[in-house]
């Protein structure tokens, strides 16, 4: 009979620091820090095995470590060498107890390995390579757009500082460009704008060419159906539908649609003790990523009449099966209805939008997983 072992791992990019955990020990064993590389982690492991077991005594190990800087390097190394690895979420990890918020390396580590004994822990997903790939390109597409607002920003900094605002309708249309172009400043100021200038037309060419790509991306055979149905809903176009599928990989993981939600972060949190109950906002304890998408593609059911489909939604619902299209108004309806109720309540704005993205993560998820009632 093989005994089991818990090895917590506190990672960093300049050292792992190890500890290894039983379940009838009251404290973690055998802590030691290595450098990072997956080999020291073998040779640690090994060097527990003939301590605790001899040279031919049978142990497993099960492996774990807090997701963060390391995505699924680390994970992907243990497991090519047999040894079994997990990726546990932060907010799931036990915590000091009251009174004791020294917080080292060495403890951290016990920490993760007394989750993984006592199973106190919710575990990551780790999604296939091609999955992870498409993931990896969209969050690159979404920072290149970071930077170009960014970019806006300072242009706009730019000539508020040397007094000059534009007045006279929405920025970065064709009109603004003109009159960006146009402001009468010293030569030195006017190179500075143009190589700001610079700058925002390359970014915006740059994304111009990433979204083509992730259409492309998006027709390929595995991902082709599943972004159709995702875009018949209001506010969910390409590029939010793929990127929600490869982050989740499968939905069926999450056994109802609540749990879905909660691992979003879009489930209201609480403080309660005794009989007394406080509710507090969104836990925001999950993947960030595709809650703000969510909430951004929320932010749609504010603006139209309930029941009104725009040309481009009825675009993108042409071709798909009648039961889809059906859901997915059912859904929209649903949704602009209950945005305006709460609003006409005086709900804040905010708190309506993020209720509406907390129901829609729940609608998408029936969508995936064919649980349409």
Partial sequence: MNSILYVGIDVHTTNYTLCTFSLGDEKGMFTHTVSPDYKQILLYLEMVRTKVAGLNGNVEFICGYEAGCLGYTLYKQLTEHGVKCLILAPTTILQPKKGKRIKTDKRDAELIAKSLAYRTYSEVYVPDEQDNQVKEFIRMREDQQTALKKIKQQINSFCLRNGFHYTTGNTWTAKHLNWLHSLPLAPMLWEILQEYLVTYTYLSDKLERLDQRIEELAELPRYKQNVKKL???????????????????????????????????????????????????????????????????????????????????????????????????????????????????????????????????????????????
């Fill in 231 to 373: 875009t018949c809903f209001i506010g969910i176009k390409t590029k939010t539908a793929l990127a929600t599928i490869v982050e989740i990989s499968d939905f069926s993981r999450f056994t109802k649609p609540a749990k879905y939600a909660s691992y979003l972060g879009l489930v209201p949190g609480e403080d309660s003790s005794g009989d007394d109950r406080n509710h507090l906002g969104i836990t925001k304890a999950g993947n960030a990523h595709i809650r703000r998408l969510m909430v951004e593609s929320a932010q749609s059911y504010s603006r139209g009449h309930i029941g009104y489909k725009s040309k481009a939604l009825k675009a993108r619902q042409a071709g798909s099966d009648a039961w889809i299209i059906s859901y997915a108004d059912r859904a929209n309806e649903r949704l602009r209805r209950k945005y305006y109720k709460m609003i006409a309540r005086g709900v804040k704005r905010n708190v309506a939008v993020t209720a509406i993205a907390r129901e829609l993560s729940c609608f998408i998820w029936g969508m995936m997983t064919d649980n349409i009632a």
